[in-house]
Every structure is written in structure tokens, then in C-alpha cells.
């Protein structure tokens, strides 16, 4: 039995993980998206209160003063993603306050 030479080695590394990460990236958890709509202008803490629990989420529209009721929310982690005007932003201290038993209740966060 012959051995590898090191670029052999290397060159079969390469082949697998071009093959390999495709595979990974395809495998990734595919988690629902938590939308938030906020009014033009608007920064400051946003405040949302979960009504109902559903696998279909609709995207959440706060108010002037950063409320929202009646949002429907799901027990399974979800991405958030917060716009205004069309932009994305990135919520600063997201926390989501559950029950006992995991049920989402509310949601808290802060943008700029």
C-alpha cells in the first residue's frame, strides 16, 4: 500500500470539502421568520405581547410608541427580523419572556 503524498492529502481535502459544505449549509436548521414592522422614524424599546400560538407568523406592525398587541407567536425558535422603512435592523437587548412550560408571552427589544 502506497502513502499519500502531503499534496495528495491536501488536494483530497479540498475535493471533500467542496463536496462536504454544500451538504452542511443545505442541512441547516430552516427556522420561521418573526417579523416586526416598525413606524417610520421610530426608535426606542418596542414591546410586544403574544395572543395566540401558530406555525403561520405574521409580520407584527408596532405602533407610534412601540406596542404591540394580539401578535401571534410560536414556541419553536424563530429568526426576528425588525424593518422600518424597508430597512433591517439589528434590535438591541431581545428578550423574550416565556412561561414555565416555554410558551412565549412577550417580547421586549431596543432599536436605534
Same mark, same amino acid.
Given at each position: 500500500?502506497?502513502?499519500?503524498?502531503?499534496s495528495e492529502a491536501a488536494l483530497i481535502a479540498i475535493v471533500l470539502a467542496v463536496f462536504f459544505t454544500p451538504v452542511v449549509i443545505g442541512c441547516r436548521e430552516h427556522? $420561521? !421568520?418573526?417579523?416586526?414592522e416598525l413606524p417610520?422614524?421610530?426608535?426606542? $424599546? !418596542?414591546e410586544i405581547s403574544c395572543a395566540s400560538f401558530a406555525g403561520d407568523l405574521q409580520t407584527v406592525h408596532v405602533d407610534a410608541v412601540g406596542h404591540a398587541t394580539g401578535a401571534s407567536c410560536t414556541k419553536d425558535p424563530?429568526?426576528?427580523v425588525v424593518t422600518r422603512n424597508g430597512s433591517v435592523?439589528?434590535?438591541?437587548?431581545?428578550?423574550?419572556?416565556l412561561?414555565?412550560?416555554g410558551i412565549p408571552t412577550h417580547?421586549?427589544?431596543q432599536v436605534k
Open positions: 500500500m502506497t502513502r499519500l503524498t502531503r427556522r $420561521p !421568520v418573526f417579523r416586526v417610520s422614524g421610530f426608535s426606542g $424599546p !418596542v424563530v429568526d426576528l435592523l439589528q434590535p438591541d437587548s431581545v428578550s423574550w419572556n412561561t414555565g412550560d417580547l421586549s427589544f
